[in-house]
């Protein structure tokens, strides 16, 4: 195949998908204090806490009463979960959050970590729990089990939540998160506006939220008097403060630099991208039969919010103008922009963006047409680990079937100091791709704009921002449309990166035949490039590709292939990659794979926020095996091909040595057998997964990766949809190794895409 060449990426993956049965093993050392220790301990600890609620004024309680549950660290994992005592005392659990600890490893300092238990118990069934404990039959074996678990049980008077407030703040807005109470949640809602009131909050300005779930959202106007009161209350789950400042402005370069004229032909095109920001000016001749206009609210147009809207939308239509000029003819755009209009908002004072979420709650469902949609705005400050923002579960929420994608901006404070320069809500949400941005230095390289926000992300999307495009910055400038499509406005942020990855999502989705939203998150962070080959914390997957018609090619000696599928929880399948055997090739073998799912969340479990997920392990060889024997009291490993090392194989096999039961799984990806904590640090429980290793060709034999489908162990019955992206790229291979791979797996298709006309509808 000549250099340059470009072909289709392959589809219907899946049709090399099998069920997979695999052996499971877990750790067996047991650091844990022996049951009569624990027990002890934890009648201790229960007196403390009695003691601790019958001090408490009453106003700060319900009947029922919200304890912590610290969990051992190494016992955090689903198989350990102490439900089964938590029934047997009579309580429930409505929540979790992770807790770290610092340990030495071989003179390294690792930081692992654990999960805190919410649960719900009355007064009394906490006393006949202390009195069980003393009975040494009460408990059956597993409730034992979970008692030996439990590293601590506490109230919490809520005093650490003060500390998400910065010292020098005195009032302003603040978002409490209510535990779920079940039938009961009216009920604390009510007594909670009542200590709002006697306080001296204005309850006439409260807005609240209320999910099906049970979780509350409360936003309030506070002071920090009253905020010390009122933070006693029991079911409170967490509470931060809410910024929202105004859009960026954007600066005018008049005549400096004239538009490219607009498209001349009278087309549209039939694939459609949400964006929810400022709105358009309607005269605006650039975006007529390009942009639809939807005004959600009933406010005056206000020239910022505009701007803005009509930059985000020029954007998604042309991106950057700096590569036209003056008698440039722009193209007719791959996709046509509806534009609704949220900001601003009716109520000025609604900093927390309620009304905003509310809107985009209502509209998002009536539009089974647009699949993207990209957001360019919301509220400041870094995410906290231990709260999720109504903004964030909201998109989550509306995106958990894989049906929709929410393309958010991460973020312009990222040149803050001490962690404020971390991602913004709601560009942490784990079913989103949160976009940061990047800009060219001195001497033409790409590098993260020091003004994108960073990550880490929250558990279940780590890797954030997802991957960047161009921001800009002062010295190279974003150039936009103005308002009124007269001049091109300069600005720089994320605002207008994320509608240019937003763009291609949507052209994805609509042009790559059978592909979905969650295909396309696949797509564009699989082909996003990172300089160092890895992502970190400030780039993310890396930079993404600019052009679609890349992203669906397959380049000279490389060939991707996508599946589609789902698959039931606590299921394994076998997913084959499509490896060209005999080739007269003696190099290496790049082998990238991605994988994107959508799941349920739960946001009163900060530290369980998504509820499913898919664990991936990497068989390069399906011949080479693990072989073990006990020798003199310790156990002996080889590692045989049993293919090219037959003989040594039996002998090995005739003198007692074991074979494991799987291939040896490449050592850098594989999970099985790690503690739940190094399995988290390994994106266990991430939403989008992206591999990359090198191997030698001779050292590959029909590879393949399983993927084994969990959740949290609430006994869903719900199939999770994954989509995955598959690159093998024989580097330097002078063969066609696209032709030979079609031929050898002859239940590949090549992908069916869409060209300009097909998606084009004439006016």
């Known amino acids: 195949m000549s250099k340059g060449i470009k072909r289709p990426i392959l589809a219907k993956g899946e049709e090399y998908i099998t069920i997979y049965k695999e052996h499971n093993g877990f750790p067996t050392k047991d650091n844990r204090p022996s049951f009569d220790v624990a027990r002890n301990r934890l009648r201790g600890e229960i007196d403390s806490i009695i003691e601790k609620i019958d001090e408490t004024n009453q106003e700060y309680l319900m009947e029922d ?107 302003g807005q603040v978002e409490f998160v209510l535990h779920p109470f079940g039938n009961k ?28 779930s049970g979780i509350t959202f409360v936003s309030a106007i506070l002071n ?173 929420r509306l995106s958990k079937d894989g049906d929709k994608l929410f393309v958010v901006a991460v973020g312009n404070d990222g040149e803050l100091p001490d962690e404020l320069g971390r991602i913004q809500s709601p560009a942490d949400g784990v079913n ?32 954030k921002p997802d991957l960047l495009d161009f921001g800009g910055t002062n010295n190279n400038p974003f150039q936009l449309i103005s308002s009124d499509g007269k001049s091109i406005n300069a600005s720089a942020g994320t605002s207008f990166a994320s509608p240019l990855v937003a763009a291609k999502a949507a052209e994805i989705e609509g042009r790559l035949e059978g592909a979905n939203s969650l295909l396309a998150r696949a797509l564009l962070v699989h082909t996003a490039k990172h300089p160092d080959n890895r992502a970190d914390k400030y780039m993310g997957h890396g930079i993404a590709n600019p052009d679609v018609d890349d992203i669906l090619s397959c380049a000279n000696s490389e060939v991707t292939t996508i599946y589609q599928a789902k698959i039931m929880p606590k299921n394994s399948i076998k997913l084959e990659l499509p490896y060209v055997t005999g080739l007269n090739y003696n190099g290496k073998v790049r082998v990238t794979w991605t994988i994107a799912l959508a799941t349920e969340i739960e946001p009163q479990n900060t530290e369980d926020y998504t509820t499913t997920c898919i664990e991936d392990t990497f068989y390069p060889n399906i011949n080479k095996f693990t072989l073990s024997k006990r020798i003199n009291g310790k156990r002996r490993t080889r590692t045989i091909n049993i293919e090219k090392q037959r003989e040594e194989f039996e002998r090995l096999i005739q003198e007692g040595w074991d074979k494991e039961n799987t291939p040896v799984a490449y050592s850098n990806f594989d999970n099985k057998y790690k503690p739940e904590s190094e399995r988290k640090k390994n994106f266990k429980w991430d939403t989008i997964i992206k591999r990359t290793t090198e191997i030698k060709y001779m050292n590959l034999s029909k590879p393949y990766i399983v993927l084994h489908a969990m959740d949290r162990g609430k006994g869903t019955d719900n199939y999770v949809k994954y989509a995955v992206v598959a690159t093998l790229d024989y580097e330097d291979c002078k063969e066609d190794v696209y032709d030979l791979t079609l031929r050898e797996y002859n239940k590949l298709e090549i992908s069916e895409i869409k060209n300009l006309n097909e998606i084009l509808i004439r006016i």
Not at 75 to 83: C, F, G, Q, R, V
Not at 191 to 205: H, P, S, T, V
Not at 263 to 269: D, G, L, M, V
Request: charged share 30%; with cysteine; proline share 4%.
């Open 65 to 171: 009463i919200v304890l912590t549950m610290k969990i051992d660290i190494d016992y955090s994992a689903k198989t350990y979960h102490p439900s089964s005592l938590i029934a047997k005392i009579n309580a429930e659990d409505i929540g979790s959050k992770k807790w770290t600890k610092k340990e030495k490893v071989k003179d390294k300092e690792k930081i692992k970590i654990g999960k805190e238990i919410f649960i719900k118990i009355n007064k009394n069934n906490l006393q006949e729990f202390a009195r069980n404990l003393q009975s040494e039959n009460y408990f059956n074996k597993i409730q034992k089990d979970n008692i030996r678990s439990i590293e601590e049980l506490y109230f919490d008077d809520h005093e650490e939540l003060i500390r998400n407030f910065k010292q020098n703040w005195n009032q």
């Open 185 to 212: 949640s009216n009920n604390v809602k009510e007594e909670f506006f009542k200590l709002l009131q006697k306080y001296g909050g204005d309850i006439n300005k409260v807005k609240f939220k209320q999910y099906d």
């Open 224 to 396: 920090k008097k009253i905020l010390k009161e009122i933070i006693k209350f029991n079911p409170i789950r967490t509470v931060h403060p809410i910024e929202f400042r105004q859009l960026p402005t954007i600066r005018s370069l008049g005549y400096q630099f004239q538009l490219p004229k607009p498209p001349k032909e009278k087309a549209t095109s039939s694939i459609s991208l949400g964006i929810f920001d400022g709105g358009i000016n309607d005269n605006n001749p650039y975006f007529s039969g390009f942009v639809e206009e939807y005004n959600l609210v009933t406010t005056q147009k206000e020239e910022n919010s505009v701007s803005h809207g009509s930059g985000v939308a020029g954007a998604a239509l042309w991106g950057n103008l700096a590569k036209y000029n003056s008698n440039d003819i722009l193209p007719i755009p791959k996709i046509n922009v509806k534009s609704f209009r949220v900001l601003p908002l009716n109520n000025s004072m609604d900093i927390d963006l309620y009304e905003a979420i509310d809107l985009i709650e209502e509209e998002v469902p009536k539009h089974q047409d647009i699949k993207v949609y990209n957001l360019s705005f919301g509220p400041y400050g870094p995410i906290e680990d231990d709260c999720i923002s109504r903004f964030t579960y909201a998109l989550d």
């Open 432 to 463: 989103c791709l949160g976009v940061g941005a990047y800009t060219k230095n001195y001497i033409d390289e790409l590098e993260r704009a020091p003004y994108s926000c960073y990550g880490d992300g929250r558990e279940g999307c780590k890797v």
